[in-house]
Each structure stands twice: as C-alpha cells, then as structure tokens.
C-alpha cells in the first residue's frame, strides 16, 4: 500500500528510512521502559504537490501531553529571538491588533505582546508549558489548533489580526483543519506568519536529525505556496532566518488582500535551480545521512576503544534520531548534559543514555563532548570556554563528523 500525501493525496516516494524509533522527547524513567512506543521513522517526497512528510502519523497525544518536556525559553538565543519577533509582529499590525500563537508553549514570544498590553491568545496543548505561561498571565487554551477549536475563538474571541506560530506548523499533519481554522480566524486583512525547519537548509547541511516523530513536515516556499492555495490563503512573503540550523519564516494572507514580494519569487526559483524536489537530490541526502551514521559511529568506537570519555551536550528531540539510528547508547556516550529540569534523571528515548543536569558537565570534564544542541552552538560555545581550555574536543555530525 502506497503512503499518501496528507497536503494532497498524491501517492509518497520514500526515499529515506531511519529505522525503527521512539517519540523524541519521551525521557524515560526506569518504570516507563517495558512499555517504549516504536514507530518506523520514514520519508517521503510527493511527486504531484512536491511536500515532503513522515509516511507515519503518530497520534497527536502522545506527544503533546502534560508533561512536554520542551521549553523555549531554555535557550537566551531563542527568548530574544521571540522578543524581537514579537516586538516586529506588533509594529507591523494596525492599532489595537489581537494577536494569536498557535504553540505558544511556555509563552516564550506572548510574554512580549502581554507586557505591550495587547489582546492576545495561546493555543497550547501541553499542560505543564502552557500552565508555565498562564503563571506570567499569558491567555492560553490548553487544546490543539485545528478547524474546530479556531472556530471556537473566532466565536468567543474575535477576528485575528496576526496569527504567528514557530517550530509547530510543521508538526502538525492534520494541516487541511489547520489551514481551514486559519482561513476562518483571520481578519480580512490580517496576516499568518510562521517559521519552520527549511527543507533548502536541511538538505544543504544533511541535517537528518531534524526528522523525528514531531517533524512532519518539511517546507520549502514552493510547498508551501500549493499548500495554501486550495484554501483560498495565498504566500505573500518569505525570509531566511539562522534560528534552528536554518528556518525560513512564511507570510501568508487572504488571496489577493496583499502583494506578495519579489522575495517570493526569487527564493522558489532558487530551490527549482537546486533541484529541491528531484529524486535524485532526495537520493544524494540519503546516502549522505548513511554517510554520517557510520563516520560517527566509527569514530565513537575508537574513542571508546582508546579509553577516552565522551559526553553528549544538550538532550535535543534531535539527538533521538542520531542516537537510535546509528546506535549509539550508553556505552559509547557516558551520559547527555542537559539544562531542563524535566529532562535530568531520566533515560533518552531509545538508546537509554542517563540525562544529568549541566553542571555534570564539568565534573570533571570528559575528554570528548558530543554536541546534539549543535543549533545553539554560538551560545554553548560562548558559556563552555573552559572545556576547551581544558583541552576538551567537540563532536560534530552536522555537516559532516569533525572533531575540534
Ligand atoms: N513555539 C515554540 C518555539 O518555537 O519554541 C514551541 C515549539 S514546540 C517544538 C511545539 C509546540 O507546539 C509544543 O508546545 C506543542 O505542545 C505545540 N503543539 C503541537 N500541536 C499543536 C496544535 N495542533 N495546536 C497548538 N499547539 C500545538
Ligand atoms: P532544541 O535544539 O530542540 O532547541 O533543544 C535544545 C536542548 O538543549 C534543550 O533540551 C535545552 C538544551 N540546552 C542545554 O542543555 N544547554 C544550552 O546551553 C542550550 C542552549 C540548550
Ligand atoms: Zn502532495
């Protein structure tokens, strides 16, 4: 049976298969693991509207549940990453605007348009994050955006003048209720923005981590565009941001209530010169993904075999990927040094490697340090000097296995 394309029910190509996995952010503790969900973690490309997707659902509860373990704010990139965002949304929006997020987990940009004392509201399923917000006096509904529940707010809460969302869109496959619940919230000329993992960047640095249950999705301007379009919403804008290993952030509107910019134009025509929805390019990335699973896996075997200590840095979604498809656990990696409090004293998804706070890190510093938060790597490297100094090395994987 041939997987379907949930943007348009073309039939997928698959072209990348990492193998059985767990949910990415399911840290375990001792007692949760006879029961480890699996699912087969595979990719595949849509010939007819060209979106690239998961074959698998994984159904929406059990990722997003009370105890979600991610929290934006964890990163001070990422926090003034959204207050500039937010103070941008705000400026750009007409007087008086009503500003919604959808995953506005614990409040990371809504805190911003809060403290301006702007009418805003959160969609945020995940209890633990969102009630994290509601303590600063965010407006949230704990409950997932879709058709049903935007149609709820339009009712009770009013047009929106600015609909945002970041790293969610993409985790949402059910994206025919989505797009309808936001052609029925916006305003008529109200503006959906939101920014994602760019496919372009995904392929251009071979960041196969990026694929795990909670991605779904993988945008690029000229999918996105088809995607919107059967739902009367047209791309208006769109502009390259470094955040997350590279994201490309969307502006959509109402068919024809603005024009769209040249920025458009440009950046698909630039993703069909590089051939982004050629089989052979979905090829080229899958054997470079191989490529990394075994360069990584051969050089932890021989610092292990050498005696020397390695420890992962920082307890990413992504890391489940890398961990569970070149099987890498704990006998390779000591343990993963992680800032989040939900995360320390459990096990990783799959491969079971001990989560320990960050101070772990330096007690005493291992010789090698794996680096799953390779993201943040601008901020952990300005806070890490002294393992360097320490004459500690770095792992990379990402674009290829390098230490330094
Ligand atoms: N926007 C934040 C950021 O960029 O850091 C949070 C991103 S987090 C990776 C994804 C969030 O989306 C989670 O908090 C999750 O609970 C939420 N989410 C998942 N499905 C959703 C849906 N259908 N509607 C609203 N939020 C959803
Ligand atoms: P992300 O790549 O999905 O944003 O996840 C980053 C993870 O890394 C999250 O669990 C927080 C953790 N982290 C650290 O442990 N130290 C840090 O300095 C940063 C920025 C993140
Ligand atoms: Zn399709």
Known sequence: MPHTC???GGALEEFLDLGRQPLADAFLTERDLPDEFMYRLAVGACP??????????????KMFHTDYPYYSSGSSVMREHFQRTARTLLAAAGPDPFV????SNDGVLLRTVHDAGARHLGFEPSGKVAAASMEYGVHVRNEFFDAGTAADARREEGAADVIFSANTICHIPYMRSVLEGIRTLLAPDGVFVFED????DIVAKTSFDQIYDEHFYFFTARSVQAMVAPFGLELVDVRRLPVHGGEVRYTVAHAGARTPSDAVATLIAEERARGLADPATLRRFAAGTA???DDLRALLRRLRDEGH??????????SATVTNYAGIGPELVEFVCDTTPAKQGRLTPGMHIPVRPAEAFADP???????????HADEIMAKEQGFRAAGGKWIRYVPDVHVS
């Open 100 to 103: 919604v997020e959808i995953g």
């Open 197 to 200: 993992p760019y496919f372009g």
């Open 365 to 375: 510093y291992p010789g090698y340090a794996l680096l799953f938060a390779w993201n």
């Open 6 to 8: 949930q943007i348009c």
């Open 291 to 293: 490529r990394i699973r």
């Open 309 to 318: 200590r390695v420890v992962g840095y920082g307890a990413t979604a992504k």
């Open 48 to 61: 007819a509207c060209t979106m690239v997707q998961l074959v698998e659902q994984v159904p929406r509860e």
